[in-house]
């Protein structure tokens, strides 16, 4: 069972990133998946979710219309396309697949990818 983040890096602001999380059959296909992200000193914080089948898509409000978040079942592989990022942005960024409750809650995933770091500078 792994979850496996990666595409962070150094970007300016308004640029652009696009991260991907690559998982184990057994815990994707079934499963809702959600990034959240972690700037220094600061909590794990909810960015987005999508539903098993890839109909549905949950953000946070400061990413609405800036970031997208997809899957691709077949390739057990869920995105998030960031784009006009700002310095704000700066975290390391965790995907997790949901287990039960809210979305917005680190409490309702169970597996949690690595961590890729995203940093964007002004």
């Known amino acids: 069972v792994q979850l496996q983040a990666f595409g962070g890096g150094l970007v300016q602001a308004g640029g652009s990133l696009r991260l991907s999380c690559a998982a184990s059959g057994r815990i994707f296909s079934n499963n809702h998946m959600g990034w959240f992200r972690q700037a220094p000193g600061k909590e794990r914080e909810f960015v987005a979710a999508i539903n098993w089948r890839g109909s549905s898509t949950y953000y946070a409000d400061s990413e609405k219309g800036r970031f997208t978040i997809s899957r691709d079942n077949a390739k057990n592989t869920v995105y998030l396309q960031m784009n006009n990022l700002k310095p704000e942005d700066t975290a390391v960024y965790y995907c997790?697949?949901?287990?039960?409750?809210?979305?917005?809650?680190?409490?309702?995933?169970?597996?949690w990818g690595q961590g890729t770091q995203v940093t964007v500078s002004s």
């Open positions: 997790g697949a949901h287990y039960s409750g809210s979305f917005y809650y680190t409490s309702a995933y169970n597996y």
